[in-house]
Structures are given as structure tokens and as C-alpha cells.
């Protein structure tokens, strides 16, 4: 079943490569008591993720945060090690967490996956974005297939 507003967000432990080595990182520590921002994007260095999607949240992280969010968050079926690869070329260090969900955990408990066998790509999530507010889901805007508009960084600010 799809999460929906009013949902909690699924208390899930991900892998996340930081400084430090790879550590576990809970959406209970990433959600609680904070407003965040969190788009899914189907993978790294795909083509609209990388040429659009991951860049508009980079561009416009100090306006969302200026409209009270505490963090944006970059959810992807990729390895830690492609997530932090990715953010690194886009220069997200300091404006959208990098949460890699290797093995589609929370993007099966959000009920948002997406099937892309038939490009090579296998289990994947869908491009989405959602605000959660103290871990409750306050906005989700679930994109179509094969389109981006409800998941942009600016359609996110529209709503904030």
C-alpha cells in the first residue's frame, strides 16, 4: 500500500557512507522533530535525475530552507557508494542528504517502487517528492511514468 498524507514515515535502518566509513542511518534520526523534504529519483547519473531533478534541489536548498524545511533528502535504490559519488559531482555536500536504499527497503515500505526490468535497471523507486513535518507525511506528489513536474524543487516550494 502507498503511503499518504497523514502517514508516519516507515522506521526503517539504511546504509549511508560518510567520513567516517559506513554507518547506519534511521529514518527515525532523519524525520523526527524536523520538517524534511525527501524526493526519490528512479537512479544516480540517470538522465533526468542527474540533468534536472538532484541539480533543482541543489539550486533551490537555501530557499526551501528559508520556507522552514531542515533537511532535503535524495532517496535512490542505488549503493552508498554511487549515492556519495553522485552527490559529490553535483555538489549536494551541505544541501541534500545522499540516502542510498540499496536494497529498496524504505521505498518498499513507502509502497513506491517501480518496476525497471525492462531497461536493466530492476527494482526501483518512483520519482516522487514528499514533505513530512516530525515524521508525519504533510505532501507526496507521485510522478507518471516517464514525466517530471510534481517532484521538481520548484513544485515542492509551491506547496511549502
Known amino acids: ?4 498524507v497523514g502517514d508516519a514515515i516507515p522506521s526503517v535502518t539504511l546504509k549511508h ?5 559506513m554507518q547506519d542511518i534511521t529514518t527515525d534520526t532523519l524525520f ?10 528512479p537512479g544516480a547519473f540517470t538522465p533526468t535525475c542527474s540533468a534536472k531533478h538532484l541539480p533543482g534541489f541543489v539550486q533551490k536548498a537555501e530557499e526551501l530552507k528559508a520556507k522552514g524545511v531542515d ?15 553522485w552527490g559529490e559531482k553535483n555538489g549536494a555536500g551541505g544541501k541534500v542528504t545522499m540516502l542510498p536504499d ?15 526490468t525492462a531497461y ?13 513535518k516530525d515524521g508525519k507525511v504533510t505532501h507526496l506528489a507521485v510522478e507518471k511514468p516517464g514525466q517530471f513536474e ?5 513544485a515542492v516550494l509551491g506547496v511549502l
Open 1 to 4: 500500500m502507498t503511503i499518504q
Open 120 to 132: 536493466g535497471l530492476g527494482l526501483r523507486g518512483q520519482r516522487f517528492a514528499l514533505v513530512a
Open 17 to 21: 557512507l560518510t567520513d567516517n566509513g
Open 150 to 154: 510534481v517532484s521538481s524543487a520548484d
Open 71 to 85: 533537511d532535503i533528502v535524495c532517496l535512490a535504490v542505488n549503493d552508498p557508494f554511487v549515492m556519495r559519488a
Open 102 to 116: 540499496g536494497n529498496a527497503t524504505l521505498t518498499q515500505a513507502l509502497g513506491l517502487t517501480m518496476d525497471g
Open 32 to 41: 523526527k522533530g524536523k520538517t524534511v523534504v525527501m524526493f526519490c529519483v
